[in-house]
């Protein structure tokens, strides 16, 4: 009996198994990241906290970044922004953010963008800092409103919610970017 030939024709599919990541089990509605509450011994936990650049009132040009320890290796991202005088173009957004090694990259593309957002987040131990990926800026805000910051820590705190322009407190435990984006919010 010869194996060669079938053992051949298994070494194409061994080197692609290699090659790629392997695809996560989807969960079950019942174990979604965003039902599981944050542990203290995530290791993004590091990250949790407020942070904040420039005049947080709305008088002047500032914004707040809001982080949550999701899992591991993810962290949710709620930030509110605005340009300041002398029209106070506002920009919000809730997302996850993957993070490796102090850097995380949350991407995303609304309904009609054509280029997408991704922003990058280098994250040390007293601040983040925000650059958003060259040509793929559209991230929803108002006009002249970007994330491009030092976003200085003002709490270490976990956060258990934010409020929304809107109005409404968002519990990140319960309310996943995904269910926050669908309830139109």
């Known amino acids: 009996m010869n194996f060669r030939p079938f053992s051949l024709r298994l070494l194409p599919l061994a080197l692609l198994a290699a090659c790629t990541e392997p ?23 590091a990250y949790a906290g407020e942070y904040n650049w420039g005049d947080t009132t709305r008088t002047e040009a ?21 340009n300041g005088p002398p029209a106070f173009h506002l920009g919000q957004l809730y997302q996850r953010a993957t993070v490796r090694q ?7 593309k609304g309904e009609y963008d ?29 006009q002249g409103v970007y994330a491009d910051e030092t976003y200085r820590r ?21 309310t996943s970017p995904e269910q926050y984006s669908a309830a139109g919010q």
């Open 23 to 45: 695809t996560a089990r989807q969960p079950e509605a019942a174990e979604t990241p965003a039902s599981a509450p944050a542990a203290p011994g995530l290791r993004t936990a």
């Open 114 to 142: 054509s280029l997408g957002c991704e922003l990058q987040l280098a994250f040390s131990s007293q601040a983040v800092v925000i650059r958003t990926e060259v040509g793929r800026g559209e991230c929803g805000f108002g």
């Open 154 to 174: 003002t709490s270490a705190a976990v956060p258990q919610q934010f409020d929304d322009g809107g109005g409404r407190k968002v519990v990140f435990k319960t």
């Open 62 to 82: 500032g914004g707040t970044l809001t982080v949550y320890p999701e899992s591991d290796s993810t962290v949710l991202l709620y930030l509110d922004i605005s």
């Open 102 to 108: 102090g850097v995380g990259r949350c991407a995303f």
